[in-house]
């Protein structure tokens, strides 16, 4: 039985709903491999002389969208036997039925008397012969052109495969540049797709581990401007900062906001032991979670903000933990043969991502949150520090190139461990966070 739903989105503005929502397609998996679904995108209809260009530009984005997530292919624009010269004219189903395309995506776009662009677009199951989801319209400033491209191709991945998207998202990280022994590190945010990318900070102090708030609007990150790492939070609406913890005698470092944003966990080296702590934003009161005399470091929520899972020695080696958020017996979860480190739990809940060093090599694996089911994704001289995309579908992650050199850069991968690729950034980069979807 079909199920019905209205989809209602605000975006840049205004968002219109055109028509009911059916249900997704599927992927097709066989025996662990994902096939790619066919796809056809016309470019869409310039419904005015002034739009096109931009109708071109945004369609071109579209299909990057999603032909970089890996579960799409494109069909060849030289294989249509039917052209979409109106938003609303009837689609032929059967034309694109004869050229294997499984979901078909039409749209408009047209200036508008106030200069804006108005984007309008609908998709199609090509076999079930029926429209996928409301058409919606999108209405932006001609600035803001490729975060409404973003949001069509969101919409759309969201509508063909039943998940959320991510391309409406954000990175920060550490831009490096200079030789490897003397190399400038500072904080830059930049688009998803590795555009528009953009310094936080100067480069004149070492900075590591940005994390983004649950909202997107503030960055904690650790600098080692005063000599010593200290946790800084920074407004990204007004690029100003403030010291989150500055105990005399003490080193903090590796944060990350809870998944309400209210609170922050740490980890504080104090007379030479290294302990996790949780800060009360509001309060600014501070509570020690472990007492170990070991190292426990790289903290991160579970998304129901319940419980951590953090970095560990305590066992001899480098291993992963679970504790409730309050603090208390830690469980272990990490049995492998190897070290385990930076471990960050999925927005979905069900997995942890964490980075492993075994024979000599790096990888970026998963894990079940009981420590079942680990799968390494990549390996290499050197891969670490995982973050997850808003969907929990695809994790980004540092990898740096062997040699005297040693240029560091930004990688994903699918966590089924398909589609790995570069992320193209001016220069070297370390430390990806991944922000929520915009708003």
Known sequence: MQKWMVLILVVLGLVS???????????????????????????????????????KKITALVVQDLNSSGLFREVSKAKYISQITSFASPVQYSDWKAINVQALVTGAVKISSKDQLVVKFRSYDVFAGQELGDGLQFVGTKDRW???????????????????????????????????NARQKALSIMDADGENSRPLTDGKSLVLAPRFSPNGKQILYTSYETGFPRIYLLNLA?????????????????????PDGGAVVYSVTKAGNTDIYRLVLGSGQSQRLTTAPSIETAPSFSPDGRQIVFESDRSGTQQLYIMPVAGGDPRRISFGKGRYGTPVWSPRGDMIAFTKQSKGRFHIGVMRFDGSEERLLTASFLDE??????????????????????????????????????????HGASDPSWSPLGN
Do not use: C
């Open 238 to 258: 007004n690029n100003r900062r403030r010291v989150l913890e500055n105990q005399r005698g003490t080193m903090s470092f590796a944060p990350r906001f809870s």
């Open 17 to 55: 709903p055109l028509k009911a929502y059916a249900a997704p397609l599927k992927l097709t998996l066989t025996e662990g491999v994902i096939q790619p679904i066919p796809y056809a995108a016309p470019v869409f209809v310039a419904e005015n002389r002034a739009a096109e260009d931009w109708s």
């Open 385 to 426: 520090g995982p973050t997850w995309a808003p969907n929990g579908r695809v994790i980004m992650f540092t990898r740096e190139t062997r040699g005297a050199k040693g240029a560091s850069g930004l990688y994903s991968i699918d966590v089924s461990g398909r589609n790995l690729k570069p992320l193209r950034t001016p």
């Open 146 to 180: 490729r975060r409404i491209a973003h949001k069509v191709a969101d919409s759309l991945y969201s509508r063909i495969t039943g998940e959320s998207g991510y391309f409406d998202s954000q990175i920060v990280y550490v831009a490096e540049k200079g030789p490897k």
